[in-house]
Structures are given as C-alpha cells and as structure tokens.
C-alpha cells in the first residue's frame, strides 16, 4: 500500500512564528546558548520563554510512543518490533508504521521520536538486537528510510541511531568496536548513510560504545567530517542518554545536544571550558544553532510544548494487524498442514509463549499497551464456534518468575493491586499516604509520573488478594531497585531487603530476584502483601543502586508444576486433537537492553517440550517467537516451523491470521539463522564477542551475517532472506538493458524479471538481487552481496507482474582502504536474482568496461 502522507496542520502563515535563528543567537548571553546543549529533565530540552524558544519532547521508542512516563504511563499503540518490520520487507508498510508512530506521539505531546535502529546484527547474541533491522546495510537503511518518511510526515522528527557500532550491550557505554576502515564503511556506516540521503532524518542519536578507541559522541571524524561534511547531514546530533563522556571533546566534535538533563557534562563544566579556552564561543554557537534549526522545523507542527499526553483515540489498527501478519516467516510446510482449517476439528494450542502476550524486547521498546493478543487469544478469535481449542503450558521457561498482577485482586474487586507510596518507614506512627493508585503491572519503575512531595527516600506498600485457581505448589518472585520483601497472610514469604544481591534488574542497577514456593489451596483467598523502600531508604544494599532515585518493584507468582506435570499434560491432549499449534520461544526478560544473551539456545524446558511434543505428534505445527536467531537442534524432525517476532499489540491476530490462511505468508529472514552459535566468525574467538580487555575486534570484517555463509559456509539452518508462502512463484525473463557499460556518478543500470503465481492462492514474492564481484587481487569480497530488493502486490494465482530494479555504482563498488575511496573494478559481474540468499532463479552477466573510483 502507498504511504498516507500526512502533512501537519493547516495554519496561516501569519500564524506560525518561525524564529530568527541566527538574531535570536546574538541576543543570548553565553549561559544561555550553553543552557540549549543539554536536557532540561529525560525528556525535555530546556526553553528560553524571553526569546520564545520552546521546549521540546522527546520519547521512546522503536515500537510505539511511551510517551514521558515509565511508570504508569499513557498507554500506547505497540508495532512490531524492528526485525519483525524487517521480515516484511516492504518499504512501503514500514512507512506506513512510521506515520502510524508519528500520530502516536501527537496524541502525547512528542515532538521527536527516538527511533529507528540501524545498527547492524553483527552477533546473533545482542540483547538489543530486536530492535535494529537486519544484518545486510542495505535492507536496514532503505527500510529505515520508508519509516523516517512516514514518521516525519507527520510533523514529527525521527531519530536515525546509534551512530555506530553499538552492536552489543555487554561493556556498553566503554567497549571499544576495533573495526577496520573498509568494514565500517561497507556493513556499519552504509545503512545510515543510506537512510540519510533518502529521508533526511531531523536528528541522528550517537552510540555508547568507542570506535577503535574513541567514543562515538566525541568523534568528529564521524560527526562532523562524515556525518556533516561529506554526506552533507543538516540536521541535529544528539547523545544517547548518559552518552556523553567530554565537555570540549564532545563540543568540538559536532555534538548538539546532551540528553537527557539536567546535565552531567556540559552546564557550568563547558562555561569553564570557554573561560579557559579551550572551547571558543564560536563552537557553543554551531551547536546552539543546530538546536534553534531544530525547533524551526518542529514548530509548524503545531504540537504544544508541556501538552498533555493523551491516548490516540484513532489508532492504526489496521497497520498493526497488517504488519503483525506481514511479520511471520512461514519456514517450513513440509507436509502442507498449513493453512489450517477453521471448523470441524480439535486445536491443541501448547507452549509457554501461547497465553501470554509478548509484544515486546525489554527496555527502551517497553511500553504500557492500549491492548494485547496473545496467540491463543488470536487462534481462538480465528476459528470462533468453528472448531474446539484446547490449551497446555507445556513447561515453565521464563527467566525471571511471571508477573502477576493481572492475576490480583486490587481492594476494589478489580484486576490488579493497590500501591501506596510514603515518605516514612513502615514502623512509623505517624505515616501518611503521600500518593495511592492501581496497576495491573508488576513490573514497576518508580522514575518518573510520581507526586514532588514524594520523596527520593521512600516506600511503597503493595496489597491484593489471590485466589488460586488450581490447588498447588506456587512460587513467588520479588527484587527490586531498592529492597522489597513479599508476604502472604501477613506471614513473610520471601527476604529481600536484609541481605539483597545485585542482579540484572532495572538496567542491572537493581537486584537479584529472589524466590520461595507455598502450596495454596484452590477457591482459598490469600493476601498478598509488598513491602518496598527505595535505594536511598536503604542502607542494607551494597551494589549498583542508583541512589538518586526513587527506584523500581518487580515481583511475580505462578502455579510451579513438575516439568514431569507439564509434560504429561501437554502430551495427553496433543495425542487427544486433530492438530497441534506449538508457541514457544523467547521473551523480554532474555532479549533486552542492557545485557546480551548468553546463548543462541531456548531454555532448555522448551527444547525438553518441543522434541516430546514431536516424538508424539511429528506433525506439529511449531511456532517460535523471538526477536534474533534461535538454535534448532530439533530441525530435521520438524516438518512444520514458522518464526514470528514481538509484534505489538495484534501479535496473536498477526499470527493466527497466517496459520489460518487469511493471509498468505510473504514475509522472509532478515538475518540468517545458523546451524550453530560457534558456526558464525564473530563468535570465534573472545576477543570477537564478547571482548577482551575492553575490546572487541571485529575480526569478522566485512563477512557479517550471510556474507559468511555464501562465501566461506558453513551451511545455514535457514538462509538470509528464507521465507514459504502458500503458493508458488516463477522468476521469467530476467534481464538487463546494458549488459556492457561504463558506469558514472548518475548512470543507472536496469534491471528485470516476470514474477508468475504458479500456484493456487493469491500471494506476493519478495525479489531480491545480489551481485557477485569478480576477483580482484588482494581484495577479499563476499561473493554475493544484496543490491536490491522489491516485494510485489498481491499476484492471483496464474497471474504475473513485471518487477524493475535499479543497480547505480555503489552496487558494484568496495572501499579501497590504501585509497580512503569507492572503487569499481573493470570486470564481469553475476547479476543474481532469488527468493533468497541461496535460492536463486534467474543470473545472467553484466560487464563494467573501465575502472573508476568515487
């Protein structure tokens, strides 16, 4: 579908007020132009009421809009996440997701979105990997391209991030990416630069991370010579937050803007470095300048700033059903059980990643959703009274114990838990309430959308009912960024106040999440009791605690069956139905901000799961859901896989509308999925992930992701660009109109193929052009490299359509590293066109007559 273009409200000119960027700048005193380079709170940039300069908003995230609060925030529209945008390879939806997101964030006030990703999938591992895109530049920057358009269409500024090499989150904010000069032209620069030229993102975020030594936000080779001088960027260079290290380090190298505020780095540190010298008031001018430039383009938005942060009441439903669907991988239909029936049979629907939803990765991409589908949810809506769905958990594979709220009962009789919040301890006679609410969510993170008169030093009591479904064993979990304790009838269940561990919480500032098991009996009423006190309340904590906030509260319960239990249970009804839907993969708590995966494995419950599921009913239809690769020991006894991500709020609709058939699958890979972790380069030594000495060597170079495979091996479980559909699709007719050329800096070559539905259902093909180099002495090329790529309409069966492409000379060049330029060798190229990176249909020869460089 074409991008709905949404131009920002009609108003006179007479009615917007532009400012004189370069008067207001001679009017401000020093102070204040320095006062314009950092945050005024996480979310604001500072205004200067007296020369109307507005503050602006800014929100996460690459899903949807959170808006300003964590805790308890708006709810919001959630889309899927990056490599689920990925799978569908389709520019024009992901616009689509981006004027989506941009009405989103008018409804809350936001001026800039902080979104999208393009750092590359250099590790199957990385714990933020879910939110970039792909692991081929190109796929990653014209896809990130159609999102900027659709977003900023909107009035609303994208945010292009991170500038660069933030490839993991292990050693963050200190790892130094040691990456040679062709690799980080080739695979880590190539999607911004792409992105860049083809939507002009309002902002650019720098990374955490050092490159070859030096941090990003501090490097003006990257930011001012790259970045603003040879790609010609104009707009605005903002830190992650808490991204900036320097004062005249960061200044001098293009940095605008320090986020959030109030600041760290800059304030009264950077007015002593002007007073010194060794930062001129010239410099502090470029940077303000770049912010007033930024307000001028927000202003005709007509967003407020400080507005109210207000539900959309249009959501884009239809975007978030379309992309949900759009975004499953349909891998294997060995037997054609796909697409199942709607009527006349029994559904097993098994696994842990069935009943509840998981919409999305952990940390910046989460969010409070307006609403969730989980699978089961969405297979049951699918069939109706047309057929009967059974359901089992299979086994316990979470991470952290399950959150329970929604489980509760607040003093209301609703879902949920009361939360009560105090400047004083417990034990004191004379506490008073400061703020009191209810929740559903468990999960709690106290930073913000809190009274003034709550204290940094506080405490919070949780209280709710409980009333077991299933008489049982039931564990409990609680930690916190602070210290908690847990309480059942008053009796204390769980210690974590006097002795708390650090752990992996809230960014890794909090706890260690502890545990204890109780057996409560069905139809009993329990009470559930959560004492909390912030990490400045405490004094029994010695980790990692921020001491400056109010802190978080996460705990959780669930009945704890016997993985012997789970099992029997799942088995008995799979042998009891007519077909098996098994959902399992991972979760938040595994692939999130902060911390990479450990392995490329499932939990190991869910691998006992599946293979007895399969032993049983080798006809299963296995769904795994997780936002990066997974390894599938299990592959060649499973006749039917498909792969979905966290796909928003419509995953289960998304979903269920792919095994059902309502809509045919077309979406493909976005990263190869290995046989093994040890099978992929990056993995092959320590000092290539995670790391050593506070380096990681990207011992790789340009051979990242599927670039390997083709060219040096092993075999993929599943190649990049792998996807089935329904029906079957024949590549006719491939050609070009020059097969013989001398290429220039605006000649273009094209080319063509007929796309024919050879098979009974309706469908669309994504086709995908590589380009194979010759060999050139003393270069070492992948031997084929994505160029290109166009997903067609929907095709009847027997019907066809013609797809074009255009190849300009960067589709043929590399980065000479002796030269610090482009070149093209002369030679004879392999213009390859596939339904993957390994299934390839049509190739035919294109000869580059002279030598050139650019």
Known sequence: MPVAIHPSPERSPSKIKLLDVEEVLSKLSLPEKVSLLSGKDNWHTRDIPKFNIPSLRLSDGPNGCRGTKFFEGVPAACFPCATGLASTWDVELVSEVGVALGDECRAKGVHVLLAPTVNMLRTPLNGRGFESFSEDPLLSGHLAGGFIRGCQSTGVAATLKHLVCNDQETQRYSISAEVDERSLREIYLKPFEIAIRESNPWLVMTSYNRVNGKHASETGELITDLLRKEWGYEGMVVSDWHGTYSTDEAIQAGLDLEMPGPSIIRGPALLRMVTCGKVKESEIDERARQVLKLVNRLI????????????????????????????VVLLKNNRKILPLPKTGKRIAVIGPNASRAQIFGGGSAALRPTYTVSPLDGIKAAVGDGAEVLYARGCDAHKLTPLIGEELINSKGQAGFDITFYNDPPSSSSRIPIHQLTTTNSNMFFNDNLPEELNRACYATVNATFTPPRSGIYEFGVGALGVSDLYVDDVLLIDNSTSPLPGELFYGKGSREETNTIHLQEGTTYKIRVEYASPSASTSFVGPLALSSRGGLRFGGYLKLSPEEHIREAIELAGSVDYVVLVAGLNAEFETEGFDRQTLSLPSPTLNLIESILSVRPDAVVCLQSGTPLELPFLDRCDTMLHFFYNGNETGNGLAEILFGRTNPSGKLPFTIPKKLGDCRSHKTLESFPGVDGKVHYEEGVFVGYRQFVSHGPQAAFPFGHGLSYTTFQYAQ????????????????????????????????????????????????????????????????????????????EAFAYWSIANHRWEVQKGIYQVLLGSSSEDIHGRFDITIEEDFSF
């Not at 539900?311 to 975007?319: D, F, K, L, Q, S």
Request: charged letters at 20%.
């Open 300 to 327: 005709p938005s007509g967003i407020l700033s400080n507005g109210e942060e207000n539900e959309n009441p249009t959501p884009a439903i239809g975007v978030m059903r379309q992309s949900a669907a759009d975004a």
């Open 734 to 809: 491939p050609a070009s109109a020059h097969p013989s050329l001398n290429l220039s800096s605006t000649s273009s070559i094209e080319i063509s193929c007929i796309v024919r539905n050879t098979g009974p259902t309706q469908g669309r093909e994504i086709v995908q052009l590589y380009v194979c180099p010759p060999i050139i002495e003393g270069v070492d090329r992948p031997k084929r490299e994505l160029k290109g790529f166009k997903k067609t309409s929907l095709i009847p069966p027997s019907g066809e359509e013609k797809v074009t492409l255009q190849l300009n000379r």
